[in-house]
């Protein structure tokens, strides 16, 4: 059996495979195990040093000996790092597997949904119901123009013999202004008066011309 399969308690080939979340956080508790070695890890690397320190004058094999620990215990950290990069990796993975699986489950259970809603319905029921309602709204539509339209009751005449007794009527009142035309000719203009004009007509035209004598003699005063 492969390390994952034992450590997500796989069985055998007919075996059931383990559900996502139990492996997702069996995937944690490995995270949190390797953490905690971690800190124990670099608390020992940290004695060992002290102890190297400490013995490096007094004790030259026991501080080598520390050292050699410290080497030990920092490749153990470093082996460490690179597992549980591995199993972060691996746990987004799965975490990102189960999300998406839930969503397309969510997606399917809504698709059932509108096939149920659609068993009852009949695409060629539906068409015969839209066809009867624009029916209905054209037949609406047609009584709303028959009421609003405006109706005479008693009142049916013919436009023609309407418009012929209006051009009689003009007729007539076309005649009648002739007649009053031709009236006037018999009518004797006023005659021309043969008296002459009266005096104060001579005497101011007389006026007007000693002015404009007067006049034309400053315009010749100042043109000189």
């Known amino acids: 059996m492969s390390v994952f399969g034992k450590l997500f308690g796989g069985g055998g080939k ?53 050292l050699k620990r410290k080497k030990r215990y920092e490749k153990q950290l470093a082996q460490i790092d690179g597992t549980l990069s591995t199993i972060e990796f691996q746990r987004e993975a ?15 259970f809504a698709a059932k949904a509108m096939k149920t809603a659609h068993e009852n ?15 209905q709204q054209e037949l609406a539509q047609e009584i709303s123009d028959a009421i609003s339209r405006p109706v005479g009751f008693g009142e049916d005449f013919d436009e023609d013999e309407l418009l012929a007794e209006l051009e009689e009527l003009e007729q007539e009142e076309l005649d009648k202004n002739l007649l009053e035309i031709s009236g006037t000719e018999d009518v004797p203009l006023p005659s021309v008066p043969l008296n002459p004009l009266p005096k104060k007509t001579a005497v101011a035209h007389k006026k007007r011309e000693e002015e404009d004598e007067d006049d034309m003699e400053e315009l010749k005063a100042w043109a000189m």
Do not use: S
């Not at 956080?25 to 002290?50: F, P, V």
């Not at 799965?94 to 399917?108: I, R, S, Y």
């Open 14 to 66: 007919g075996g059931k495979g383990p559900n996502p979340q139990e492996a997702i956080q069996k995937l944690r508790e490995t995270e949190e195990m390797l953490t905690k070695k971690q800190e124990y890890l670099e608390q020992k690397i940290d004695a060992e040093l002290l102890t190297a320190k400490k013995n490096g004058t007094k004790n030259k094999r026991a501080a080598l000996q520390a």
């Open 121 to 135: 319905m009949d695409l060629d029921k539906v068409d015969d119901l839209m066809q009867d309602i624009t029916d």
């Open 94 to 108: 799965l975490e990102n597997a189960n999300t998406n699986t839930e969503v397309l489950k969510n997606m399917g």
